[in-house]
Nanobody, 126 residues
Framework: QVQLVESGGGLVQAGGSLRPSCVVSGPTFSDRAMGWFRQAPGKEREFVAAITWSGGSTSYADSVKGRFTSSRDNAKNTVYLQMNSLKPEDTAVYSC???????????????????WGQGTQVTVSS
């Protein structure tokens, strides 16, 4: 069974930075692409970022491109989301997700992911 636990959210002023992380338990972490999604109050959950199982490729939603960076450390079973230049509209619960085994694409669809974390709250004040 694969379990995901996020941490590193919080409250930050606009223009600030946060770096949520997601620790994954289970033996197949290095064979799974990882994604980040977010859900704001009253809105649908949306794709934010993804990184392939090798870490060789990343993809981002247009709304965060150039501000957010996803990375992973397979030795620590951990994936990170570096968020810079945060805006109030980035406020949401951020969840990490583990893709189906050895799946490389599409990584912007929720259906590509087999396991989900509980999420961590990110609040950006203006």
């Amino acid at each position: 069974q694969v379990q995901l636990v996020e941490s590193g959210g919080g409250l930050v002023q606009a223009g600030g930075s946060l770096r949520p992380s997601c620790v994954v338990s289970g033996p197949t972490f290095s064979d799974r692409a990882m994604g980040w999604f977010r859900q704001a109050p009253g809105k649908e959950r949306e794709f934010v970022a993804a990184i392939t199982w090798s870490g060789g490729s990343t993809s981002y939603a247009d709304s965060v491109k150039g501000r957010f960076t996803s990375s992973r450390d397979n030795a620590k079973n951990t994936v990170y989301l570096q968020m810079n230049s945060l805006k109030p509209e980035d406020t949401a619960v951020y969840s990490c997700a583990a893709a189906r085994y050895r799946l490389s694409y599409p990584l912007d669809l929720q259906a590509s992911y087999a396991y989900w974390g509980q999420g961590t709250q990110v609040t950006v004040s203006s």
